[in-house]
């Protein structure tokens, strides 16, 4: 028999990471195609040589998504790998209809070939969820770990939109190492927060030459703190996994993937955003909790809010700018920023879509059930400038920015402004404290898996 020829359907980040550690060194797979969505502008690429190693001097194509069942006959493919998050399972199980219709075996990797181990302790937070709070908590645990005494190196889900070559393994530890990175609004937002407390944080495409440069970092490291992205599960073996999950939107913590992987595996589980979801959404988290993972420790929290500025949204007409992913496959259409409004007394929240430019109206196509907010929407310098013209094209009193960075540091914004930052505040007990006093014990002790 000769090779098995094998597609991985990806989005830029999980599908690399499978292909690194499962495929990459296989003489019995060749990969022949990546397939990829979600993410403006990575189609058309290839995942180059350097990366993919000697068995493909070539390199990888990466082809858009939608032309599978095509490049599944075109190449002889036997089998198409689902590799990226965040989908409702209809969405994954529709995929898995048109792989096998096409012929070929269609097939999901679990975390015993994809986690990597590391030689330092590892807490891993992950979320159920897109925009459940998941950075807040990996903030809230980098906190801990520091009035510890323990030096702290957080690594970031991938998110290799630019040169991938030049994105093999990226150190974050001041700003201008994103100016030189020529981050995207998106990276920025992950990263920046991390680095205003001080954090060094680590990302890029392959995790097992990040792992090791982050267990030597020069600043030292004591414990890895793998903050996730989407709501994938994590790329190392954690000593401690946390999972969050959001009462905002009951019933997505069974019906997403892999999601429902991430709340399977963790040790514990933080309920956010208690404060401003109702009653019977918690109540329904609480339970599916329950149910799913019953050994789990729950932690409730509340994610507070604070603006720069009340007066600038008090009795005002005001455009709401939140997180892009969050809004657009994370589907949230609540968030901070219109808390915020309605908390400090907005006379009226503004529908931006009417005045929505270039790439921000392609978003709005794309993801219909965005309402009344601005995705933050960054991917690429074009994009950014469409998002700089469609604030100044909104009719509003000022602008409410909800964003995790300042977003007024890296386009123009002529309106008033405020900014909303949030936080994440444990309710009674258990605290994250208390969840994470054995791991910090043995983190001191130098004992690691």
Same mark, same amino acid.
């Given at each position: ?15 690399? &990471? ?6 990459? *060194? ?10 990829? +969505?979600? @993410?403006?502008?990575?189609? *058309? ?38 590799? =990226? ?8 199980? *529709? ?35 897109? /925009? ?14 520091? $009035? ?8 970031? &889900? ?15 530890? +001041?700003? !201008? ?8 609004? !998106?990276?920025?937002?992950? =990263? ?18 990040? @792992? ?35 009462? &905002?939107?009951?019933? &997505? ?10 709340l399977r595996i963790a040790d514990a589980v933080v309920i956010n955003k208690i404060d401003s979801a109702d009653f019977e959404g918690i109540q329904t988290v609480r339970e599916n909790v329950g149910l799913i993972n019953p050994g789990a420790t729950v932690v409730d929290a509340a994610s507070t809010i604070t603006v720069d500025d009340p007066s600038a949204i008090r009795g005002r007409r005001v455009l709401v700018i939140e997180d892009g992913p969050t809004l657009t496959h994370g589907e949230m259409k609540i968030g901070a920023g219109i808390v915020a409004a309605r908390r400090f ?12 430019? /270039?790439?921000?109206? !392609? +978003? ?23 998002? !700089?013209?469609? @604030? ?9 920015? $909800? +964003? ?43 004992? /690691?898996?």
């Open positions: 028999m000769g090779k098995r020829k094998a597609i991985i359907i990806g989005a830029a980040g999980r599908d690399f &990471h499978n292909f690194n550690v499962r495929f990459r *060194g296989d003489p019995a797979y060749e990969v022949v195609a990546f397939t990829a +969505t979600q @993410i403006p502008d990575i189609t *058309g690429r290839t995942y180059p040589a350097s990366l993919a190693g000697s068995l493909y001097p070539n390199g990888i194509p990466i082809h858009a998504q939608e032309d599978l069942p095509r490049l599944i006959k075109e190449l002889g493919a036997d089998e198409c790998v689902f590799a =990226y998050s965040d989908v409702p399972y209809q969405h994954v199980m *529709g995929l898995g209809a048109i792989v096998n219709a096409a012929g070929a075996d269609f097939t999901m990797l679990g975390h015993k070939c994809a986690m990597l181990r590391s030689e330092k302790p590892v807490v891993a937070v992950g979320a159920v969820r897109t /925009g459940c709070g998941k950075s807040q908590t990996s903030r809230r645990i980098a906190e801990i770990l520091i $009035a510890n005494g323990l030096k702290v190196v957080a690594i970031r &889900h991938p998110m290799p939109y630019g040169d991938l070559e030049a994105q093999k393994v990226q150190r974050f530890a +001041t700003l !201008e190492d994103l100016e030189k990175n020529k981050c995207t609004i !998106e990276e920025m937002e992950e =990263y920046e927060p991390h680095i205003a407390r001080g954090n060094v944080i680590y990302a890029g495409v392959d995790y097992g030459a990040i @792992i090791k440069a982050a267990e030597r970092d020069p600043n030292g490291c004591d414990v890895i703190l793998w903050d996730g992205g989407n709501n994938d599960f994590p790329f190392y073996r954690p000593d401690l996994m946390v999972a969050v999950v959001d009462p &905002h939107r009951p019933g &997505h913590e069974r019906s997403y993937y892999p999601g429902e992987v991430t007394g907005a006379s009226d929240i503004i529908d931006p879509r009417g005045s929505a430019v /270039g790439r921000i109206a !392609e +978003t709005y196509l794309t993801y219909p059930n965005i309402g009344r907010l601005l995705p933050a929407m960054g991917y690429g310098r074009q994009q950014m400038q469409d998002l !700089e013209r469609t @604030i100044e094209a909104v009719d509003c009193d000022s602008v409410v920015i $909800a +964003t995790p960075i300042d977003l007024g540091r890296i386009i123009s914004i002529k309106k008033p402004s405020t900014r909303v930052s949030y936080s994440l505040q444990e309710i009674g007990r258990p605290t994250l404290d208390d969840v994470m006093a054995g791991f910090i014990a043995k983190a001191k002790g130098g004992s /690691g898996r």
